[in-house]
C-alpha cells in the first residue's frame, strides 16, 4: 500500500461546472502524476508534479489545471467539464527511479 | 501516434499454461520499462520492470523479455493461474524530465480454470 487515496470515488456532474479532484499521499514522495484512462487509450499523462508549486504538462492537459500547494496534495481541476472529459482518472506517486504507483481512481461522469 | 502499442486487446490461456502478452515500441530513447496488472476497479498496480540495459528479468512467475533491436517486449507468466485474470498495461519511460510513463492499450487476460 503506497498511501495514496483519491477523492471523491465517483461524481457526476454537468456540463459547464467546474470539477476539482484530489490525491492525497502520506508518504511525502516529491512526484506526482494525474492521468486519465480512456477504453483503447490505455493510461494518458494529463499533468505532473515535481514539487510542491512545480507543476508540468502530459500528453493530454487541454482543459486541465493542476496545483500543489503542499507536498502530499496534488489537485486537479476542469475548469469548465465537457462531455469528453468523462473518464476514470487516477493519481499516481512515483516511488524509486522510475516505478509508479497508482491511487484507486475517481470515475468521472459529465452529463 | 501511440509510442505503445499492444496490439492485442484480449488473451484466452488455460490454468496452468503460459500466457503471453506482448508489446511494441516506436521510440528509440526508451530506457525503462514497466508491466501493471489492472483489476476492474481499483488502480494498476506495478508487476515487473526491466532496464534497455538488460534483456530479461524475472520475478517468480512473471518474466519480462526485451528485444531492442525489433523493439518489442513481452511478459510470459508461468504457469497462468486464474487470479492474473486482469488488463495488463505495458509502459515506458525515458530517463528524464520526471521520468514520465507512457502506456499501452493494455491487454485483457482470461485464465480460464
Known amino acids: 500500500d503506497a498511501g495514496i487515496t483519491q477523492s471523491p470515488r465517483h461524481k457526476v456532474t454537468e456540463t459547464g461546472t467546474p470539477v476539482t479532484l484530489r490525491c492525497h499521499q502520506t508518504?511525502?514522495?516529491?512526484?506526482m502524476y494525474w492521468y486519465r484512462q480512456d477504453p483503447g487509450h490505455g493510461l494518458r499523462l494529463i499533468h505532473y508534479?515535481?514539487?510542491?508549486?512545480?507543476?508540468d504538462k502530459g500528453e493530454v492537459s487541454d482543459g486541465y489545471s493542476v496545483s500543489r500547494s503542499k507536498t502530499e496534495d496534488f489537485l486537479l481541476t476542469l475548469e469548465s467539464a465537457t462531455s469528453s472529459q468523462t473518464s476514470v482518472y487516477f493519481c499516481?506517486?512515483?516511488?524509486?527511479?522510475?516505478?509508479?504507483?497508482f491511487g484507486p481512481g475517481t470515475r468521472l461522469t459529465v452529463t | 501516434d501511440q509510442q505503445v502499442k499492444q496490439n492485442s486487446p484480449s488473451l484466452s490461456v488455460q490454468e496452468g499454461r503460459i500466457s503471453i502478452l506482448n508489446c511494441d515500441y516506436t521510440?528509440?530513447?526508451?530506457?525503462?520499462f514497466l508491466w501493471y496488472k489492472k483489476y476492474p476497479a481499483e488502480g494498476p498496480t506495478f508487476l515487473i520492470s526491466i532496464s534497455s540495459i538488460k534483456d530479461k528479468n524475472e520475478d517468480g512467475r512473471f518474466t519480462v523479455f526485451l528485444n531492442k533491436s525489433a523493439k518489442h517486449l513481452s511478459l510470459h507468466i508461468v504457469p497462468s493461474q486464474p487470479g492474473d485474470s486482469a488488463v495488463y498495461f505495458c509502459a515506458a519511460s525515458v530517463g528524464n524530465a520526471g521520468n514520465m510513463l507512457t502506456f499501452g492499450g493494455g491487454t485483457r487476460l482470461m485464465v480460464k480454470p
Open positions: 521510440n528509440s530513447m526508451f530506457d525503462y
Open positions: 508518504e511525502n514522495h516529491r512526484y
Open positions: 499516481a506517486i512515483r516511488i524509486g527511479e522510475y516505478e509508479q504507483y
Open positions: 508534479s515535481y514539487g510542491v508549486k512545480d507543476t
